[in-house]
């Protein structure tokens, strides 16, 4: 059930009637979206983001084993 909101003044009472009509409107009309149907389109978008993720890690691991290895090199 929707709530009934107080009409402002600042508004005629048919604009009032227009907007609250528009609402409840778009309240029953909205999509409700499940998280299968997130991963289901990301799935889809992006068939290898997984693997994408895996390797942006995977090079960042990297930069920061070289970062270390330059830091703390000792010299011989």
């Known amino acids: 059930m929707i709530k009934e909101q107080k009409q402002p003044n600042n508004i005629s009472p048919l604009e009032y009637e227009i907007l609250s009509i528009m609402e409840r409107s778009l309240k029953e009309t909205q999509l409700k979206i499940t998280k299968d149907d997130i991963k289901e389109i990301v799935h889809n978008m992006m ?4 693997k994408m993720i895996a390797d942006k890690i995977q090079n960042h691991f990297i930069e920061i084993g070289e970062f270390l290895l330059k830091k703390f090199k000792t010299e011989e």
């Open 47 to 50: 068939p290898d983001l997984d």
